[in-house]
């Protein structure tokens, strides 16, 4: 896949704890990091745009650490934000589809001017809501993966993987099939417990049908990409259902900041040349081989990792 190219700029996603870090100015080695960021930014040489995930995180800080984390992040950005859902995967099924290349604008969109002051509460009240209905939405299958907790060999875990992946695909397949059949969309409510939210799919299928203008030859031409490639052609949906794929098979307890981390890795990873996550993310998506499959570096903070990231800023 095709980097964003802004000039032959690299692409650099910044986690929250790398801002909060950079910010901090605590540590000789973070410090370091920081310096060579703005050089090299100021070089035109690297750029970091910001994320969903980035605003909702650092709204939670109180409204002083949250406005100066904002502004520092906003000077490396370049003004640009990532794309999210459905936005996103929206355009990349329509390029896929109809043969376009992509472009910066597939990837990115200019950021809102609003500063966090102005939308601090409005998030923190989203906040509240988005962390009520993942706890709803996780609580049973969390309950389960406790009773099982028990591990299978790799064979096991490999058709596991493979058959929860086919039936992601199988499930957007049924519903585009009826979509095409009917000839008319219903976004159906999920239910959240205490809240309810537009089924993704359905989502996708609005976006497709009125922003993308598909019709029944485009959605056919869609229905046979799932039928003889799954989502692999599709970087967010496949990122997506391999991430959520790989936490069921092994077991693992999920709560809201697992959801924030699977919003940006599925919408962020392969589009960027340089991806920050934590440790344990890096680790989930290098036994995925997702890094090399999108040709992106991924880096956690360890410090081996940020010795490595600096000597890279160093050689630019």
């Known amino acids: 896949m095709k980097k964003i190219d802004t000039k032959n700029k690299t692409c650099i996603y910044l986690d929250q704890f790398v801002v ?9 080695l973070w410090i370091e990091i920081k310096n060579l960021l703005e050089v090299s930014h100021v070089n035109n040489k690297i750029f970091c745009p910001l994320s969903v995930e980035h605003i909702l995180e650092t709204a939670k800080k109180s409204l002083e650490n949250a406005i100066e984390h904002d502004e520092y992040f906003r000077k490396l950005s370049d003004n640009y934000i990532f794309q999210n859902d459905p ?38 009240k989203n906040n509240e809501i988005f962390d009520q209905s993942i706890k709803y939405k996780t609580s049973s299958q969390n309950e389960l993966r406790k009773v099982i907790n028990s591990k299978a060999d790799k064979k096991t875990e490999a058709i596991l993987y493979n058959t929860i992946k086919k039936l992601q695909v199988e499930t957007f397949s049924n519903r585009l099939s009826e979509y095409i059949k009917l000839e008319k969309i219903h976004i159906r409510p999920d239910d959240y417990g205490e809240h309810q939210f537009p089924n993704w799919i359905d989502q996708l299928l609005f976006q497709l049908t009125y922003k993308h203008k598909f019709k029944e030859k485009q959605f056919k031409l869609l229905f046979n990409e799932f039928q003889k490639y799954g989502f692999d052609r599709i970087p967010s949906l496949d990122i997506k259902s391999s991430m959520e794929a790989y936490l069921a098979v092994k077991n693992k307890q ?60 160093t050689n630019l």
């Open 254 to 313: 999920e709560n809201t900041a697992d959801h924030i981390d699977l919003m940006r890795i599925s919408s962020c990873l392969f589009s960027t040349d340089i991806f920050f996550t934590d440790k344990k993310r890096k680790f989930e998506i290098c036994a995925l081989q997702l890094d090399k499959k999108y040709k992106t570096k991924v880096f956690s903070g360890t410090p081996s990792d940020l010795i490595e990231f600096k000597n890279y800023l």
């Open 87 to 124: 936005f996103l995967t929206s355009q990349l099924i329509s390029s896929l589809i109809r043969k376009n290349k992509f472009t910066l604008n597939t990837f990115l969109k200019e950021a809102s001017n609003m500063k966090m002051n102005e939308f601090y509460s409005d998030i923190n």
């Open 20 to 28: 909060s870090n950079l910010i901090s100015g605590e540590d000789v």
